[in-house]
């Protein structure tokens, strides 16, 4: 049972918007610390996606973007493209924890 | 190029021990806080450990704490993980990750994977 919940699945049509939930609760994602996002395409070890508020690293187009309110954060896909298809998982600190957790992943289909 | 390289993974018997290390190149080993994280056969990511630049200070995800332990050699830019008492529910590919801070909870993100090195635990 992962500390942050993401929908299993999300799918779009190639062009179309697709947006991926992570909520946390008061003690990682709602206690201030950032939400990192991860792709991992088939076969691939996963890669920083997004970082901190809404950073992309070099080579990661616009077409994606963070945002994070309260205890929820959310990944934005836009223009959706077939290489688009993976997991892509949501990543933060929990402060109970002492530790970092991860989202549940979420598999994006490209129709 | 930042390059990390996962070695130590096989099929070992529950009981036992195996020890994991990861050798980097391409960037200042000494500088960065590094992870172990692990991916089961269910596809989910779980964090494991981590240790601050200078290996003073680490911190270890419930389900292994008191097995594994995670150190590193800034002499040999490696990062080593050593597993203890393995469980069948332990059978996972291990990554070791890269850090964007120096520090254990700078929580800023892993910024560098590598390909990961099999561990199976089976009997």
């Known amino acids: 049972q992962s500390v942050l919940t993401q929908p299993p699945s999300v799918s779009g049509a190639p062009g179309q918007r697709v947006t991926i939930t992570c909520t946390g609760s008061s003690s990682n994602t709602g206690a201030g610390y950032d939400v990192h996002w991860y792709q991992q395409l088939p076969g691939t070890a996963p890669k920083l996606l997004i970082y901190?508020?809404?950073y992309r690293p070099s080579g990661v187009p616009d077409r994606f973007s963070g945002s994070k309110s309260g205890t929820s954060a959310s990944l934005a896909i836009t223009g959706l493209r077939a290489e688009d298809e993976g997991d892509y998982f949501c990543?933060?600190?929990?402060?109970?924890?002492?530790?970092?957790?991860f989202g549940s992943g979420t598999r994006v289909t490209v129709l | 190029q930042v390059h990390l390289v996962e070695s130590g993974g096989g099929v070992v018997q529950p009981g036992t021990s195996l020890r994991l290390s990861c050798v980097t190149s391409g960037f200042d080993f000494s500088n960065f806080a590094m992870h172990w994280v692990r991916q089961g056969p269910g596809g989910g990511l779980e964090w494991l450990a981590v240790?601050?630049?200078?290996?003073?200070?680490?911190s270890y995800a419930g389900s292994v704490r008191g097995r594994f332990t995670i150190s590193r050699d800034n002499s040999e830019n490696t990062l080593y993980l050593q597993m203890d008492s393995l469980r069948g529910e332990d059978t996972a590919l291990y990554y070791c990750v890269r850090d964007r801070g120096f520090n254990w909870n700078d929580a800023i993100g892993f910024d560098y994977w590598g390909q990961g090195t099999l561990v199976t635990v089976a009997s």
């Open positions: 901190g508020k809404n």
């Open positions: 240790t601050s630049f200078d290996g003073r200070m680490k």
């Open positions: 990543q933060s600190f929990d402060v109970s924890l002492s530790g970092y957790v």
